[in-house]
């Protein structure tokens, strides 16, 4: 099983920040690494697939890097509405989670 | 508008069995594979079970393996999950999940079950 780990578990940040979060796979998953939203009480939402696109609909301050191991997610410009915990997930094989980045604004 | 609305979650005791299930729409479900994740209370998503478009190939995480079964009806554009000799540690938001090109491009609202006695 691959497994997705998660840096830092959770951070704060000032609105108009340059934020970043990090995730490594236990090993190779190429680029099948998609970043998940969630807010709140709701439901996940997907915000970057294929590590480095952009979903529809999603703003350009959020951005994804990486590829083999390594995987990036970074919010140019922090805003208020950012608040949530990011998820990174495997799909190279059987997919899988990283256990998540909670954000909060200072 | 695409819509994935679970039902059939509640209160069950250990041992105990629901079903789950996921009515689509807005999309030609029979196109899609289709995915069931997890999120127990205050912790992070678990990918549970998928099962490709034409519901002949079908996956499941080891820790629902043997007790869960995932199904689908393409006339109903409905996506099932039967889970059978519940534990505690299957409560849970239970999320439906449209696959895109391995990812997740759609997400229903979830349904939770608790499994207590």
């Known amino acids: 099983d691959i497994q997705m780990t998660q840096s830092p578990s959770s951070l704060s940040a000032s609105v108009g920040d340059r934020v970043t979060f990090t995730c490594q796979a236990s090993q190779d998953i190429t680029s099948f690494l998609n970043w998940y939203q969630q807010k709140p009480g709701k439901a996940p939402t997907l915000l970057i697939y294929d590590a480095t696109y952009l979903e529809t609909g999603v703003p350009s301050r959020f951005s994804g890097s990486g590829f083999g191991t390594d995987f990036t997610l970074t919010i140019t410009s922090l805003q208020p509405e950012d608040i949530g915990t990011y998820f990174c997930q495997q799909y190279d094989s059987l997919p899988s989670f990283g256990q998540g980045t909670k954000l909060e604004i200072k | 508008e695409v819509q994935l609305l679970e039902s059939g979650g509640g209160l069950v005791q250990p041992g105990g069995s629901l079903r789950l299930s996921c009515v689509v729409s807005?999309?030609?479900?029979?196109?899609?594979?289709m995915n069931w994740v997890r999120q127990a209370p205050g912790k992070g998503l678990e990918w549970a079970s998928s099962i490709r478009a034409s519901g002949f190939k079908t996956n499941y995480a080891d820790s629902v393996k043997g007790r869960f079964t995932i199904s689908r009806d393409n006339s109903k554009n409905t996506l099932y999950l039967q889970m059978n000799n519940l534990r505690a540690e299957d409560t849970a938001v239970y999320y439906c999940a449209k696959e895109g090109w391995r990812h997740f491009d759609q997400w229903g609202q979830g349904t939770l079950v608790t499994v207590s006695s």
């Open positions: 807005g999309f030609s479900f029979s196109d899609y594979a």
